[in-house]
């Protein structure tokens, strides 16, 4: 322990409710979802599904509960169910989320919740796209340390100011939230898109990095930064909270002045 | 139906998979095999840290590491295997820090370390700083590095493939002192790819399975939805044995009802836990340590509290972590993940409030047993040429019958790295096994099956049965009528699950299909796990019999290995056949497990 704490109370109070007993609350929510299942159907289309919900339950829930009781062939992408591995991006009520960060009780229950998938990449089935062109541009931006000076034989050594630098886009889970809420991206799908510029960052700000030359050329493309609008969808869609917006901003820069 | 040939195959994108995947891409003609995207691996949920010697602020060795690794596991571990480890811990982490990984530093720039569960300076004379770390994200930034580096090594990816089954053909072969046996040999791998819901058949010389743990068999647990065991299930099947499957690690804070882990880093900042009284009742059960009695001791005393009607909330069914004593900008600067999680997902203000918390399934030790090359075994000592296992599928045994935190991300950069080296090595000179005839039919049939069944019962139902059941009676308490109890339903639900129906009949992203696989898996390691906890007639680590309470070394200082064996029965269940193997000692003897 860094601090000397004071010894806490062995016992306490709590308050009413707290300790144990009483009713779970529950509520009732109308899930309408965008299904698209083009080997019986050939258009997309809307269905309701009615659902009694508990009060810490995620839209992630009422998709399970819908696949697990109701509808089987609701199709969906999820794994870790906490917000870290990337899985589930959606459009939530119209906008981009996780669903298994969204709580059923911070959205307007009163009114149906609409779900569909993300926006700008290709549709396969209900909830899912192809993520494909996605990783593509990701991987256009060689995103991975290069280093062609001298190798030491032990670390690399990195000061903590330096680290801070890039450490905001780090974070990034590659869901997808940010590139599909871009109104960029959905008019041209050849632009990068700012999944791909944060994890650029990432690198180009890394103070061990020898390559950010070649990727601020790569982005200084026609479909690279510049394409960029300022419209703050994606800082606004991160779910790591990631402040994209300002991330692309030092990259503009960065080509402008070249001092990386 | 689609032939592919690859000189090695990789089973799994996780932190093992993909630590192997850049040794023996740079080696041989490589082809990973994975059900989620890479970066959607576990992975990437895991907090804490990875350790390693590296004595960056404080003294430290490899054999200190060693011996810590080996009591945690309550002397269960391989020796052998848990002093490689921790020798070559030191250059898993700077071959990471090498491929761009951000550790947090120390003033001077080199990698920080900092305290965790369990690992002492000079055999357990006071805790040492030997976690490295970046922020509470190690797995994320673990799991992110590997990936980056895979696309720099240009490693093929079959992303959303479901590896459903092994091809294996078994040879007569001889032992040196003349004895005759059945040679298990690996042809290959069977998978569904999930976009179109084709087989693919992957003929392979070498063969890694990297698929993770089976949290999911439990149903408060840290684990993702996707961890059902599937590796294991496929490996058993096939008569592989499993290693010391009763051993499950229950992390004590998991947010109450959702699993979802709240590190240790909180109790060591100061948080305490409290019952429905507000009593702070670790002091009655570890005196002088408290809240911070190991994992182990922490997790039963909690279901303890509850199992004695002190349990908080509407069914009285969790304790509470408290941390309303604490300065909110201590609460900041130190917690800020995993008190935003309290917020987010059970809108409970850490400040103000305390935050219910249960015992949450964290960690298999057991699995596919290998040796220190990652070879996997498949009876006490023989090879199975070509085949490998690392991470936590695989049960080495650094672990023994407890891992201490911040060794299961080492594990899997140590061993996943053994694994591709030796993977690349054996496919340089091996010829490919011929694949049997009808490579595909068991997974057809299966598919077929289940598609076409009329069956009346439904796979969420029988999951959440069997995960109840599994919550209820081997936990963290166990002993023979809870295990009988429990061995009678996962019967009846192997029996139900023969009549189980899907009801999406497509090809196209067939995920109800999937989970009803997934499900039989679950069944399959839900009872090894039962069996084994079964034979295990004594108390160690995380595998606590209250009819059995002392650790019995005598009768029991072996591992556990259980086959599939259609015409065996251990401990009344038909099916299962047990055996044990020896542990392996070095250099410690074994003491008392005090902290
Ligand atoms: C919340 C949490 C926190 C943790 N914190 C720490 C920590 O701080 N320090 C520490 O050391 N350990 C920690 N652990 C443990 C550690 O993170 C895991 O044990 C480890 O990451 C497992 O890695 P893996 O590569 O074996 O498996 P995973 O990362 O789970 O990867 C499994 C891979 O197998 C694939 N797969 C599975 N089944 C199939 C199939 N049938 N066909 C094809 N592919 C398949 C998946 O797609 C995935 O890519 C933590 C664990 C959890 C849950
Ligand atoms: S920057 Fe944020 S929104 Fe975009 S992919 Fe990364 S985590 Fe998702
Ligand atoms: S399921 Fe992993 S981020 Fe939502």
């Avoid at chain 1, 870290?84 to 009780?105: E, F, Q």
Wanted: proline share 4%.
């Amino acid at each position: 322990m860094s601090t000397e704490l004071p010894e806490p109370a062995s016992k306490i109070e709590l308050k009413p409710g707290v300790g144990g007993g009483g009713e779970i609350p529950t509520f009732n929510i109308t899930l309408r979802v965008r299904r698209y299942t083009p080997e019986s159907t050939a258009d997309a289309y809307w269905e309701d599904f009615k659902l009694t919900m508990y009060g810490t339950d995620r839209v992630l829930d009422a998709l399970h509960k819908v696949k697990w009781e109701h509808d089987g062939s609701l199709s969906f992408r999820r794994s870790c169910a906490h917000g870290v591995c990337g899985s589930d991006a959606m459009r939530i009520n119209g906008r981009n989320r996780l669903a298994c960060k969204t709580l059923l009780k911070d959205l307007d229950t009163s009114k149906p919740i609409t779900v569909e998938a993300i926006k700008g990449l290709p549709l396969e089935k209900d909830l899912i796209v192809d993520m494909e062109p996605f990783f593509q541009s990701y991987r256009e931006i060689m995103p991975f340390l290069i280093n062609d000076g001298h190798e030491p034989s032990g670390e690399r050594y990195q000061s903590a100011a330096d680290h801070a630098k890039f450490e905001d886009t780090t974070k990034c889970i590659l869901c997808a939230a940010c590139t599909s809420s871009c109104p960029v991206f959905w008019t041209d799908g050849q632009y990068f898109g700012p999944a791909a510029i944060v994890n650029a960052h990432r690198f180009i700000f890394d103070s061990r990095d020898d390559a950010g030359d070649m990727r601020l050329e790569i982005l200084n493309d026609k479909e690279g930064v510049w394409r960029c609008r300022t419209t703050f969808n994606c800082t606004e869609a991160c779910p790591r909270g990631i402040q994209v917006t300002q991330a692309i901003a030092e990259v503009k820069q960065a080509i402008l002045s070249r001092t990386v | 139906m689609q032939v592919h040939k690859y000189d090695v195959v990789i089973v799994g994108a996780g932190g093992a998979g993909m630590r192997a995947a850049i040794e023996s891409g740079q080696r041989a003609h490589t082809a990973v095999l994975t059900k989620l995207y890479p970066t959607r691996s576990h992975t990437g949920a895991a907090q804490g840290g990875m350790c390693a010697a590296l004595a960056n602020v404080e003294e430290d060795n490899w054999e200190w590491h060693t011996f810590d690794t080996v009591k945690g596991g309550d002397y269960l571990v391989d020796q052998d295997a848990a002093e490689v480890m921790a020798k070559e811990a030191i250059d898993a982490v700077l071959d990471l820090e090498k491929m761009g990984l951000p550790f947090n530093r120390t003033p001077e720039g080199k990698i920080d370390q900092r305290r965790f569960g369990g690992h002492t300076r000079d055999h357990g004379k006071a805790a040492v700083r030997r976690a490295c770390y970046a922020a509470d994200r190690t797995g994320h930034m673990i799991l992110q590095t590997l990936y980056q580096n895979c696309v720099k090594h240009n490693v093929e990816f079959y992303n959303e493939y479901y590896v459903l089954d092994m091809l294996m053909v078994e040879e007569d072969a001889y032992r040196e002192d003349g004895t005759a046996y059945k040679q298990k040999r690996v042809a290959g791998v069977v998978s569904y790819d999930l976009a179109t819901g084709e087989l693919h058949i992957f003929q392979a010389k070498s063969v890694v399975f990297a698929t993770g743990g089976a949290g999911k068999v439990f149903k408060t647990t840290s684990n993702a939805h996707t961890l059902t065991g599937d590796g294991m299930g496929i490996a058993f099947r096939k008569g592989i044995p499993l290693e010391d499957m009763e051993f499950v690690q229950f992390h004590p804070t998991g947010l109450a009802g959702l699993g979802i882990l709240l590190s240790e880093a909180a109790r060591g900042e100061g948080a305490i836990l409290r019952n429905s009284e507000g009593e702070r009742f670790m002091e009655r059960y570890a005196p002088t340590i408290k809240d911070l009695a190991p994992r182990d001791i922490v997790a039963r005393s909690m279901a303890n509290e509850v199992r004695e009607g002190r349990g908080c909330g509407p069914n009285k069914d969790y304790v509470l972590l408290d941390l309303t004593h604490l300065e909110p900008a201590h609460i900041d600067a130190k917690l800020p993940d995993i008190t935003e999680f309290a917020r987010t997902y059970l809108g409970v203000e850490p400040y103000t409030e305390p935050v219910p918390v249960f015992p949450t399934a964290h960690y298999v030790m057991g699995g596919i047993p290998t040796n220190i090359d990652a070879e996997v075994l498949q009876d006490n000592d023989t090879v199975i040429p070509g085949l490998y296992a690392a991470g936590e599928v695989a049960c080495v045994s650094v672990h023994g019958s407890n891992r201490l935190g911040t060794n299961s991300l080492l594990d899997i950069n140590v061993f996943g790295k053994r694994a591709g080296l030796s993977a690349a090595k054996y496919a340089a000179t091996a010829d490919f096994v011929e694949l049997p005839e009808d490579p595909e039919k068991f997974t057809s049939t299966q598919i077929d099956a289940m598609l076409n069944s009329t069956g009346t019962e439904r796979v969420a139902v029988l999951r959440k049965e069997l995960q109840d059941i599994m919550d209820a009676n081997v936990q963290v308490f166990r002993d023979k009528d809870s295990l009988d109890r429990a061995l009678v339903v996962i019967e009846e639900l192997r029996e139900r699950y023969k009549n189980v129906s899907v009801q999406d009949k497509g090809k196209r992203f067939n995920l109800d299909l999937l989970e009803a696989i997934e499900l039989g898996f679950l069944l399959d390691m839900a009872e090894v796990m039962t069996a084994a906890a079964m034979h295990r007639k004594e108390s160690r680590g995380g595998h606590y019999r209250e009819d059995f309470p002392n650790r019995d070394d005598e009768n029991f200082m072996k591992h556990s290995m259980s086959y599939r064996d259609a015409t065996a029965t251990t401990e009344g269940i038909s099916g299962i056949r047990m055996e044990t193997k020896p542990v392996i000692f070095t250099r410690y003897q074994p003491m008392e497990r005090k902290y």
